[in-house]
C-alpha cells in the first residue's frame, strides 16, 4: 500500500473521515486531562516517566493521523525514524559525557 | 490500467512542474522534503532538551520549586487551545482534498485566531514572570531552598518556550500565505500540497508543546514543596 501509484486517484492522498479527526482530538483531549491529573498524585520519579509516556502516546497520534505518516510512504517512515534514533543518540552520548565525568576525577564538571 | 489514466490526467494538470513525474511523486517529494526539514528541528530542540535533562538531574530540587511556582492554569489553557489548532489545521487539509474552499479558509482562520490566542495566553504568562522576578539575571529573586537550580529552571523555560513562540509567529506567518492562496482557489483535490506541508510544521510546533508542558509545568505539582 505504501507504493504511491497504488492509491493515486484525480485526488491523490488518504481522506480520512471527519470522525477520525474528532476521535483523535478526543484523544489528545484526555491525555491532556490525564497528565494533568496525575501530575498530582506522588509517585516520586516515576510522575516523569508517565508524564512522558503520556506525552509520547500523543506525539504519536498527531505524527500518524494529523500528519497523515500512517499513509505516508516508507522512505518517510525511515527518515522519521532516523530522527528518533538520531535525537536518542544525542541524550545518550550527551548524558554518558555528563554524568561520568566525576567518576575518575576529571577536570571539566 | 488505472495508471495511464492517471498520467493523462496530471500531464494536463497545470501545477505539476516538469522534472516531476506525476501529481503524487511530486507531492511525495515536497512531503519528504518537509519531513528531512523537520529531523533537523527535531535536533535543534532535542539540544535544549538535552541541556533541560542534564540541568534537571542535577539541580532536582530547584527545577520541582520554579515549575511549582509556575501558573498552571494559562499552560492547560494554551496546551487546549495548539490541540483544538491542530484540529482546525487537520481539517483545512481535509477541507483541501475534498476541493472545500470554504472550508479551507475557515479552518485556516480558526487556525490564526487559535494561534494567537496562544500567543496571547504566552504574553500573559511573561508578564507574570516579570512581576514576580523571576528573568534569571542579576534580579532574580527566589526565596526557594534553591535558587540556583530555580533560575536555570527558567533561563531552559525562556529559552525553550521563546524558541516555541517564535516558530508560532512563523507558523501564523505560513498560515497567512496559505490563507491568501486558499482564497484566490489555489487549491483541490488533486493540488494542495502547500496546505499539507505547511499542516505538518503546525503539528510539529504542536508536539513540541505537547513536551513542553508536562516537562515545564507539571513537575513540581505532586511533592509538597518547602519554602
Redesign the interface.
Known amino acids: 500500500m505504501s507504493e504511491h501509484v497504488h492509491d493515486s486517484h484525480a485526488g491523490h492522498g488518504h481522506i480520512a473521515p471527519m470522525s477520525m479527526y474528532l476521535g483523535v482530538f478526543a484523544i489528545l483531549m484526555l491525555g491532556t486531562a490525564i497528565t494533568v491529573g496525575i501530575a498530582y498524585v506522588d509517585m516520586g520519579f516515576v510522575n516523569t516517566a508517565v508524564a512522558l509516556a503520556i506525552a509520547v502516546t500523543k506525539a504519536t497520534f498527531v505524527v500518524l493521523y494529523f500528519m497523515h505518516v500512517r499513509w505516508a510512504s516508507r522512505l518517510t517512515w525511515v527518515v522519521i525514524a532516523a530522527s528518533i534514533v538520531w535525537l536518542l543518540l544525542l541524550f545518550s552520548i550527551g548524558m554518558t559525557d555528563y554524568l561520568s565525568r566525576d567518576w575518575m576525577g576529571v577536570p571539566g564538571r | 490500467m488505472?495508471?495511464a489514466n492517471?498520467h493523462a490526467?496530471d500531464a494536463h494538470n497545470p501545477n505539476l512542474q516538469h522534472h516531476f513525474v506525476?501529481?503524487?511523486?511530486q507531492?511525495?517529494a515536497s512531503?519528504?522534503g518537509m519531513?528531512?526539514f523537520?529531523?533537523t528541528e527535531?535536533?535543534f530542540f532535542?539540544?535544549m532538551?538535552?541541556a533541560y535533562?542534564?540541568y534537571r538531574?542535577w539541580y532536582y530540587q530547584g527545577f520541582a520549586e520554579a515549575s511549582h511556582h509556575i501558573d498552571?492554569f494559562w499552560g492547560?489553557l494554551n496546551?487546549?487551545v495548539l490541540?483544538?489548532s491542530?484540529?482546525t489545521?487537520?481539517?483545512a487539509?481535509?477541507a483541501a482534498?475534498?476541493?472545500n474552499r470554504r472550508g479551507q479558509i475557515v479552518n485556516l482562520i480558526l487556525t490564526i485566531l487559535l494561534g494567537a490566542a496562544f500567543l496571547g495566553v504566552k504574553a500573559i504568562e511573561y508578564s507574570a514572570k516579570f512581576r514576580d522576578h523571576v528573568i534569571p539575571g542579576p534580579h532574580f529573586e527566589w526565596h526557594g531552598k534553591d535558587a540556583v537550580g530555580a533560575q536555570l529552571f527558567y533561563s531552559l523555560y525562556f529559552a525553550l518556550t521563546g524558541l516555541h513562540a517564535l516558530h508560532m509567529i512563523v507558523g501564523l506567518g505560513l498560515m497567512s500565505v496559505i490563507l491568501f492562496m486558499a482564497w484566490r482557489g489555489r487549491f483541490?483535490?488533486?493540488y494542495?500540497t502547500p496546505v499539507?506541508i505547511s499542516?505538518?510544521y503546525w503539528?510539529?510546533v504542536?508536539?513540541v508543546w505537547?513536551?513542553l508542558?508536562?516537562?515545564l509545568y507539571?513537575?513540581g505539582?505532586?511533592?509538597p514543596v518547602t519554602f
Open positions: 488505472p495508471d492517471v490526467h506525476d501529481m503524487p511523486q507531492q511525495e512531503v519528504l519531513w528531512v523537520l529531523v527535531v535536533m532535542g539540544g532538551f538535552l535533562i542534564l538531574m498552571l492547560a496546551t487546549v490541540i483544538c491542530s484540529l489545521m487537520a481539517l487539509v481535509r482534498q475534498l476541493n483541490n483535490s488533486t494542495y499539507e499542516g505538518l503539528h510539529f504542536d508536539i505537547i513536551f508542558f508536562p516537562l507539571l513537575i505539582r505532586h511533592a
